[in-house]
């Protein structure tokens, strides 16, 4: 924290990069007149219990439309008179960050007022007494106008940022009761014993935080092992880290994992490691400023963190034969994901978990099955997985499981999850994804077309009919999809029209080329135009022309959308179109760079033309089909309007200086992996041998085998390796050598 002499300040949110604070920043002065940031209490409220919540509503304004923006990374700053103590400020310390008040975002300012809510003593341990209170805001700004980057401002921000102050607000904290205290904890408890809306839940775990008491605290650690409640938004666990009462709530947490009802989650445990961090405090030892005591700094941590760790995971062991149902199965899971480098204590523990598979929440099951399958995956899983898919698939289970639970059966036992993929594929109740469907021979597949083009002919579509008809129909559908497209191009949503539209470029070529340039004039009733192109895929070489004349369309994000697709899927003619297009860019905006900011909020000419030169500069530098050389690069530079992407052009010079070059295979799931070599990402199968064939004879690559424990998917060295095999003949015919070897 920052020194204050005369208020306390609170920072809520991480300042711009380069923003100088004030020795005291609660008294800096507002920077213009035309913001308007206003405070009062949520219902006129000025006098508090100590421990109540203080609801706050901020209210921002402009006077000048379409001029001033607000920008969440900017800082804020809570005043308060006389200063009161910050209750998370050990642990954000620590942590060493600030404390985020929610995701990133911007918006525009205007008349119009924007408000936000916000509780007062989240911020503030509250003593009884009179206060006064407002907010200095940094995150206004506007775009830079002629003039005003002068100073060391950066150009490519494009962004002045101006100083708001609030106005005063007055308020009384009186002193309360014990009897008062306990009524708020027991009213707080049973909302987050019996509640189901979230908002009611958030409300009552803020009651326990600001009241700030010992059977407040025991409350929190209680209801941090109640199954399903609360654990994923860390509104429990601040208030534990805020407390006063530090060791009461490490010994409440501890007393609570005892106990056979407690469900001792992974944020559970988190919360007491982390508790056990902050009670050690910060270890301000050797220098942060320099990267080896910072490397220094965060091994000793991450050393003290395991040890941590490791003792509360040997407690919950310790408790689970007194567990139960939901309480048990949650803890098994815990301490499964948290033992995962015990493979002696992982494999005592998987059956047991197995055998609670059905007392875990839904989306713990989900996460098994899809992220942490290397837990549970084995033959002893198969019951489970048949009983998930035995249940009607429009019945109360979702998809999602599901399909999760047919790939997993489909590896244990390919033939017994092949028959399971097909029977959903005929289902039309069914929806499996394409990703299985392509797991089942090409005569398995055709036997789902027929029915999936009717239905779409019938208006009846579940998503993979189109995906069937993208890939696998003939063309015989062609007749049904015409009528289809006909009577409402531009009109269906677009990953059905893109599919549909793949189609007909795979069967009918110049039927399909008319539909698209259709499809792309049809601007009125979705916005499916702005992707289009992009969603053509590897079919776009039979539009490309369409994709060419869209790099000067009237619309400036048809055009990145243009040069973006044409980067990925173009072939070897369209890569003059794209330095034509530089060309136009750079001879219409020489000597005006001056006026080319990124404010990507604003719908500028300035904007647009530095995310135009972006994405043609991206396609032609990572174009698929065909390949750049240094030269190549040195000419680009010179037609660069912007530092930024030079910067990005010396990445890519870097790339040609290593030998032997890398080859990163990129695995979703164990089918359709895509490649990454040089500046190249995103390379299908096909388009890596491509660019293998348009590099000089005698390159040699490395290849990235990646274990299974190294990935969040795990996919089997079989199936890498097998797919490296299929490379490395490929580059063999083409005079290469490709080496595997095993990330480190």
Same mark, same amino acid.
């Given at each position: 924290m920052l020194p204050i002499k005369t208020a306390a300040c609170v920072f809520l949110l991480l300042a711009r990069a380069g923003w100088a604070v004030e020795s005291d920043p609660c008294a800096a002065r507002p920077t213009t007149s035309d913001v308007q940031f206003s405070i009062a209490m949520k219902g006129g409220q000025t006098v508090f219990q100590q421990g109540e919540a203080i609801p706050l509503v901020m209210t921002t304004t402009a006077t000048v439309t379409h001029r001033y923006w607000a920008d969440s990374r900017g800082a804020k700053q809570y005043c308060l008179e006389p200063a009161a103590p910050d209750p998370m400020e050990a642990h954000d310390k620590r942590r060493m960050m600030q404390s985020f008040d929610g995701l990133f975002n911007e918006w525009e300012l205007g008349k119009k007022p924007y408000s936000a809510d916000a509780t007062l003593n989240l911020r503030f341990r509250l003593a009884p007494g009179h206060y006064v209170f407002y907010v200095v805001s940094m995150g206004i700004w506007h775009p830079a106008g002629a003039g005003e980057l002068e100073g060391g401002k950066r150009p490519e921000d494009g962004h002045i940022s101006e100083v708001v102050r609030s106005n005063d607000i007055e308020f009384d904290v009186w002193p309360v009761s014990a009897e008062w205290q306990h009524q708020q904890v027991q009213a707080a408890v049973a909302v987050l014993t019996h509640s189901k809306s979230v908002d009611e839940l958030v409300r009552a775990a803020e009651v326990l935080r600001v009241l700030d008491t010992k059977e407040s605290t025991r409350a929190v650690a209680k209801m941090l092992g109640v199954p399903g409640r609360l654990d994923w938004n860390g509104e429990l666990s601040d208030g534990l880290y805020g407390s006063s009462h530090h060791r009461l709530a490490m010994d409440a947490m501890r007393a609570e994992m005892a106990a056979p009802e407690t469900a001792v989650s992974s944020n559970f445990l988190d919360t007491l490691v982390e508790l056990q961090e902050d009670s050690d405090g910060l270890d301000d030892s050797g220098d942060g400023s320099q990267p080896d005591a910072l490397k220094e700094f965060w091994r000793r941590q991450g050393e003290a963190r395991e040890r941590y760790m490791k003792a509360a995971v040997d407690e919950a062991v310790s408790a689970l034969p007194r567990k139960q149902g939901a309480a048990r199965a949650v803890t098994l899971d815990a301490v499964l994901r948290e033992a995962g480098k015990d493979a002696a204590m992982v494999q005592s523990l998987r059956l047991a978990l197995i055998g609670a598979w059905n007392d875990l929440p839904t989306a713990t099951r989900e996460d098994l099955l899809e992220w942490q399958w290397q837990l549970i995956g084995g033959p002893e899983m198969l019951p489970v997985l048949r009983g998930i898919v035995a249940q009607p698939p429009n019945g109360t289970g979702s998809a999602l499981m599901r399909n999760l639970a047919l790939r997993r059966v489909y590896e244990l036992d390919p033939e017994e999850g092949g028959r399971l993929i097909l029977r959903d594929l005929l289902n039309a109740n069914a929806e499996p994804t394409m990703q299985l469907v392509k797991r089942l021979s090409q005569d398995e597949i055709s036997l789902g077309v027929p029915a999936a083009v009717g239905r779409i002919d019938s208006n009846k579509a579940r998503a993979l009919d189109f995906g069937l008809l993208d890939r696998y129909a003939g063309p015989e559908a062609l007749g049904?999809?015409?009528?289809?497209?006909?009577?409402?191009?531009?009109?269906?949503?677009?990953?059905?029209?893109?599919?549909?539209?793949?189609?007909?470029?795979?069967?009918?070529?110049?039927?399909?080329?008319?539909?698209?340039?259709?499809?792309?004039?049809?601007?009125?009733?979705?916005?499916?135009?702005?992707?289009?192109?992009?969603?053509?895929?590897?079919?776009?070489?039979?539009?490309?022309?369409?994709?060419?004349?869209?790099?000067?369309? $009237?619309?400036? /994000?048809? *055009?990145?959308? =243009?040069?973006?697709?044409?980067?990925?899927? %173009? #072939?070897?003619?369209?890569? !003059?179109?794209?330095?034509?297009?530089?060309?136009?860019?750079?001879?219409?905006?020489?000597?005006?760079?001056?006026?080319?900011?990124?404010?990507?909020?604003?719908?500028?000419?300035?904007?647009?033309?530095?995310?135009?030169?972006?994405?043609?500069?991206?396609?032609?530098?990572?174009?698929?089909?065909?390949?750049?050389?240094?030269?190549?690069?040195?000419?680009?530079?010179?037609?660069?309007?912007?530092?930024?992407?030079?910067?990005?052009?010396?990445?890519?010079?870097?790339?040609?200086?290593?030998?032997?070059?890398?080859?990163?295979?990129?695995?979703?799931?164990?089918?359709?992996?895509?490649?990454?070599?040089?500046?190249?990402? $995103?390379?299908? /199968?096909? *388009?890596?041998? =491509?660019?293998?064939?348009?590099?000089?004879? %005698? #390159?040699?690559?490395?290849? !990235?085998?990646?274990?299974?424990?190294?990935?969040?998917?795990?996919?089997?060295?079989?199936?890498?390796?097998?797919?490296?095999?299929?490379?490395?003949?490929?580059?063999?015919?083409?005079?290469?050598?490709?080496?595997?070897?095993?990330?480190?």
């Open positions: 049904s999809v015409q009528a289809v497209l006909d009577a409402s191009i531009g009109k269906q949503g677009c990953d059905p029209q893109a599919k549909m539209l793949r189609y007909t470029l795979r069967v009918a070529p110049e039927y399909g080329a008319v539909q698209v340039r259709a499809a792309m004039a049809a601007r009125k009733d979705t916005g499916c135009y702005h992707t289009l192109l992009r969603d053509l895929g590897d079919q776009l070489p039979a539009a490309q022309q369409i994709a060419i004349n869209a790099l000067d369309d $009237e619309d400036a /994000e048809v *055009q990145r959308s =243009a040069a973006e697709a044409l980067g990925h899927w %173009g #072939t070897a003619e369209a890569e !003059q179109s794209l330095w034509d297009r530089l060309t136009r860019l750079h001879d219409e905006w020489a000597g005006r760079t001056q006026e080319l900011h990124a404010v990507w909020e604003l719908d500028s000419p300035g904007s647009s033309a530095i995310a135009m030169e972006q994405a043609l500069a991206d396609a032609i530098v990572r174009g698929h089909g065909w390949l750049i050389r240094p030269e190549d690069l040195m000419r680009l530079e010179a037609l660069l309007l912007t530092d930024n992407e030079r910067r990005q052009i010396a990445y890519s010079k870097f790339d040609w200086k290593k030998s032997p070059l890398t080859i990163t295979p990129l695995w979703n799931g164990d089918l359709d992996p895509t490649f990454q070599l040089l500046q190249y990402e $995103e390379l299908s /199968e096909d *388009q890596l041998v =491509a660019k293998l064939s348009q590099l000089p004879r %005698g #390159t040699k690559f490395d290849w !990235q085998m990646i274990q299974a424990d190294q990935m969040p998917d795990p996919v089997s060295i079989a199936t890498q390796e097998a797919e490296f095999e299929k490379i490395r003949v490929a580059a063999a015919e083409n005079g290469m050598e490709i080496l595997s070897f095993t990330r480190p």
